[in-house]
């Protein structure tokens, strides 16, 4: 009995100290990439760049990167027999956010196993891409939809990223602030997805649609994005 009670604590003693060596592995810079989802976007919202650095034991600056897509919340796909347009939609709304900001680690995980979360808030300028919306007509016509157009005579939307070149800009500001679950097997690589609220505000209010209340220069968004990094 003795002698399991010491192979016991021996082996006990020994888990201890593995973890805790583990758990000292420290790295001092990551960058991750991901895909976003968030109320305002379709089915995907649109993808996320992220570098960090270490500011002390816990606590990372960070720099961030991120192109989306916001939507009106009266937008509503309607077919045709000849494809699918949205009734009213004049314009889209491609936001492109720089952000700044600190993450702090709340728990930390081992290289090869468990979940570290961290608690992350940045902010910083935005640039509102503001393009053109084209339509298809039952004559074959492509052209930016606009106030005063009758949505009755469009069978179908235009063709992908049509009109881009065409768009206008508007500035303003983001900020953020959520949580972030990492994991992964190896102490070089992370993978998670990361969750929480983001506002942008712009200094003038963005056409989504003719005619509607909602467009507006305030757009509260929550969000999830999965990412996959790289750190050391």
């Known amino acids: 009995m003795k002698r399991f009670l010491v192979i016991c604590t021996v082996l006990f003693v020994s888990d201890f100290a593995i973890a805790q060596s583990d758990g000292n592995y ?3 810079k990551e960058f991750v990439w991901g895909v976003n989802k968030n109320t305002r976007g379709g089915l995907i919202g649109g993808f996320i760049f992220k570098w960090s650095k270490s500011r002390g034991e816990k606590q990372f600056s960070t ?3 991120e192109m ?3 939507k009106n919340p009266d937008e509503v796909k309607l077919s045709t027999g000849f494809g ?3 009734p009213l939609k004049t314009n889209y709304l491609y936001p492109v956010r720089f952000q700044f900001g600190r993450g702090h680690i709340l728990f930390k995980k081992t290289p090869s196993k ?6 992350d808030y940045a902010g910083g300028p935005s640039i509102g891409v503001v393009a053109p919306y084209y339509v298809t007509n039952d004559q074959g016509e492509s052209y930016h939809f606009r106030p005063g157009d009758d949505y009755r005579e469009v069978i179908s939307t235009g063709y992908p ?3 881009l070149f065409e768009s206008e ?3 303003g500001f983001n900020l953020k602030a959520s949580l972030s679950f990492e ?3 190896f102490k070089s690589n992370v993978t998670g997805f990361e969750v929480g609220t983001l506002f942008d505000y712009y200094f003038r209010e963005v056409e989504l649609m003719v005619d509607s209340d909602k467009n507006t220069k305030f757009y509260p968004t929550l969000f999830i994005t999965f990412f996959y990094g790289k750190r050391k």
Do not use: P, S
């Open 68 to 70: 989306v897509n916001l």
């Open 26 to 28: 420290d790295y001092t």
């Open 63 to 65: 720099f961030g990167f």
């Open 161 to 163: 990223f049509e009109g």
């Open 183 to 185: 994991m992964g097997a």
């Open 169 to 171: 800009l508007t500035a």
């Open 84 to 86: 699918q347009f949205i």
């Open 114 to 119: 468990g979940v570290q979360i961290n608690v």
